[in-house]
């Protein structure tokens, strides 16, 4: 049965494998290249009917994608196609006009159609590896909605300007329980408000990481599973918070998958946009600000600095509690006032958003609990964390930073609740964001879980965790987290303990 991708709604883009995302004319493009290469080896009789179908398919899709936008893994199909369309075409013009037809030998023509279908499998194999990112369909009893929204804190001086007037301004986007939309509903783009912010925002990540924008061009095609503006779940449920910081140069959407299955599970999820910080934020002007951030390459320099942006980005984190409480209050026109439950929130965050998660809490206990999606410590460990911790982590291996365990340890028994820390087998530290599922299965880059197990453990631990500490499901919340690897224990009073998996 085929399943309906990012975007499907619109015709653009149809799973046809797992893992494969091709929209129609990609498809026909590459069904018609296949048949011109298969035609040269057919007998007589119906190599003509093939040869002119495979043209009448290839050439209209093409000149489809030509005007709507070739991704880059359709040209090695396209070139394929028209290599063998050279070598088919030629017989059966000439038999029309009445001359003999000319065919290479067998053992000439097949090195060149070993050739174009090299090229021709390059397509789906680049389509694959690089793909229009298909998202999980939540698993909660709510829809889920989105939308972004921009605040300016006027009493916090943006430190990474000079100008004595700029004020601190933080981009934000709300994902919430919805009411379920009419089928069709055109479903929210990711990584942006728009294509053009997604793009801008796409090519800031590539660009982050040393690649080149068009291998990543699938990205901003995609749609995510909520919808924007969707109204607000009815009923008169309050909804716990859910604060959340992207790593060092990533963006407020990189954990999509992870805040739309919160958010279906009756949670309102806040992803931060760090201005100067994030691969790039676009704000509501239409400004464009890119990092500035940067390692100078010295260790302890680089501590210096990474514990200086931490403090930023808490006290980014703490402002945005403030004004969901103030949305929450009425203070302005809302739909979700007095939906929100702000008396039960967490922070959390992915690497150094991880990190930023913790300070966080240690400085505002409003925060409730704490999740660190594999990030390293980085600040003052006091005064002692006061909440409980979940800290998923990967394996640590050879490999890995030989300081970050003692770190997170160390962060961990400096608490006064008790903690976690998990280890999830197979995981790597970009399986903690959307990145399994856009970027190649290399182990070594999003580790070994694959693209739809990825996304259900780290948002299945972090609702293990979340449900136990801030609804007050009964159990020790070990037991469920067991379910998703190596669970380490951290006690207020005994330390560390190990929890077998």
């Known amino acids: 049965m085929r399943r309906r991708g990012p975007g ?36 007589p009789a119906a190599r ?28 090695p199909v396209l070139a394929g196609g028209a290599v063998a369309a050279a070598f088919a075409l030629p017989p059966l013009l000439r038999r029309r006009t009445g001359r003999p037809a000319r065919r290479a030998r067998w053992w000439l023509a097949l090195p060149g159609s070993l050739a174009c279908a090299g090229l021709i499998a390059t397509g789906p194999v680049a389509a694959w590896a690089f793909p229009v990112p298909v998202f999980p369909e939540p698993t909660g009893d709510f829809a889920v909605g989105t939308r972004v929204v921009q605040w300016t804190d006027p009493l916090r001086p943006e430190s990474f300007t ?21 089928a069709g509903t055109q479903r929210a783009q990711y990584l942006g408000r728009t294509e053009d912010e997604a793009r801008t925002v796409s090519e800031a990540l590539a660009d982050g990481v040393g690649l080149p924008g068009f291998l990543v061009d699938g990205v901003p095609r995609a749609r995510s599973r909520a919808v924007f503006d969707a109204p607000v779940a009815g009923g008169a449920e309050r909804f716990p918070v859910v604060l959340f910081s992207p790593g060092s140069g990533g963006v407020r959407t990189q954990n999509t998958a992870w805040a739309e299955e919160l958010a279906s599970h009756g949670y309102l999820v806040a992803a931060l946009d760090h201005p100067y910080d994030s691969a790039v934020v676009v704000l509501a002007d239409g400004r464009t600000i890119r990092a500035t951030t940067a390692s100078s390459g010295d260790r302890d320099s680089d501590e210096e600095l990474a514990t200086g942006w931490t403090a930023v980005r808490a006290a980014d984190l703490g402002f945005v509690l403030t004004r969901l409480e103030r949305l929450d209050r009425g203070e302005t026109a809302d739909p979700l006032t007095g939906r929100l439950d702000t008396g039960r929130a967490a922070v959390a965050g992915h690497s150094l958003g991880g990190a930023a998660a913790l300070q ?21 460990a006091s005064p002692a ?40 087998p197979g995981a790597g530290h970009l399986t903690f964001i959307d990145g399994p599922l ?32 801030l609804r007050g499901r009964p159990g020790d919340p070990a037991d469920t987290l067991r379910a998703y690897g190596k669970v380490y224990t951290v006690s207020p009073l005994v330390g560390l303990g190990h929890v077998d998996a």
């Open 8 to 43: 499907a709604e619109h015709g653009r883009v149809t799973e046809t494998i797992p893992g494969l995302t091709l929209s129609l004319p990609e498809v026909l493009v590459l069904l018609g290249a296949v048949a011109l290469l298969v035609a040269r080896w057919l007998p």
């Open 48 to 75: 003509r009917p093939v040869t002119a179908a495979a043209g009448a398919v290839l050439v209209p899709s093409a000149i489809v994608l030509g005007i709507v936008g070739i991704r880059w893994q359709m040209l």
């Open 360 to 380: 966080a809490a240690r400085q505002d206990h409003r925060f409730g609990a704490v999740v660190d999606l594999d990030g390293y410590p980085h600040g003052p």
């Open 438 to 469: 856009y970027l190649p299965p290399v182990p070594s880059i999003v580790g070994t879980l694959g693209r739809t197990e990825s996304p259900r453990v780290v948002a299945g631990a972090t609702l293990a965790f979340l449900d136990a500490v």
């Open 162 to 182: 000079a100008d004595p007037d700029d004020r601190r301004t933080v981009v934000v986007q709300l994902w919430y329980p919805a009411q379920k939309s009419p």
């Open 385 to 424: 964390l006061g909440q409980p911790a979940l800290a998923l982590t990967q394996e640590i291996t050879a490999g890995t930073d030989p300081r970050y365990l003692p770190r997170l340890t160390d962060a961990l028994e400096h608490s006064t609740a008790t903690s976690y820390r998990l280890t999830v």
